[in-house]
């Protein structure tokens, strides 16, 4: 993602949906950039800015509890969004890619990391298992819809990756994990979360397997009078 995103130091890079930090201390750490990660979770901004603390990246990033729609103190260069696109909602996908290109100066990048419904699956069902106990009102786009969007709101598309073989291996990775640590997952959760995230992990295996779900990469660039960079 780093490197789609042509980081250099120097460079303001804002992550939404930040979650523990990892992007944003990756970032500041291994590319020289400054960066802002935001998450609506009070939990994971608190373990976020203590992870900055640690790592003596505070002078470098920084973590805010805040919603994408209030962040004003752009410009950023880059912006990364990673696994938090599912939660936006269909009947704001438009509004969600404006205010991205808002943030971004002639020139600068946008990486929208999601996973996406292939075509012809229809959407998740309402009250279904997913939306009920895992990811509550979680919809997925097609590929297309997302790039059309992306587009629609000025932006202009420069590349697509589906990851969808690569993250059936990492959720094959986290059951073996949960298996081999079951009574530790059930002391930490309760027995009732440790069955739904076991079988939603490896339901969620076959649907990546089987070309039923997708993860896509879409690299966008607001474009500076036809001059992409």
């Not at 980081?7 to 990756?26: E, K, T």
């Amino acid at each position: 993602i780093c490197r789609k995103l042509g980081l250099v130091p120097g460079m303001r890079l804002l992550d939404v949906g930040c979650g523990w930090g990892g992007m944003a201390m990756h970032a500041a750490r291994h590319h020289g950039v400054r960066a802002v990660g935001v998450t609506l979770s009070r939990q994971q901004a608190e373990l976020a800015r203590r992870r900055v603390a640690d790592a003596g990246l505070s002078d470098r990033v920084e973590i805010r509890m805040a919603d994408y729609r209030d962040v004003a103190d752009g410009p950023y260069q880059a912006i990364s969004s990673i696994g938090m696109f599912e939660h936006v909602g269909s009947a704001h996908l438009g509004e969600y890619f404006t205010r991205m290109r808002r943030l971004l100066p002639p020139g600068g990048r946008l990486l929208n990391h999601g996973i996406s419904r292939a075509a012809g699956e229809r959407p998740m069902a309402r009250g279904g298992f997913i939306q009920r106990y895992v990811f509550p009102d979680g919809e997925l786009e097609e590929v297309g819809r997302v790039v059309s969007a992306v587009q629609g709101a000025g932006l202009e598309v420069r590349h697509t990756e589906n990851l969808r073989e690569h993250y059936a291996l990492t959720l094959r990775a986290w059951v073996h994990n949960i298996e081999a640590r079951y009574d530790e997952a059930v002391a930490l959760a309760g027995p009732g979360r440790a069955r739904v995230w076991r079988l939603y992990l490896a339901g969620s295996a076959l649907g990546f397997e089987r070309g039923e779900l997708e993860i896509h990469q879409t690299l966008a660039v607001r474009a500076d009078h036809g001059r992409s960079g």
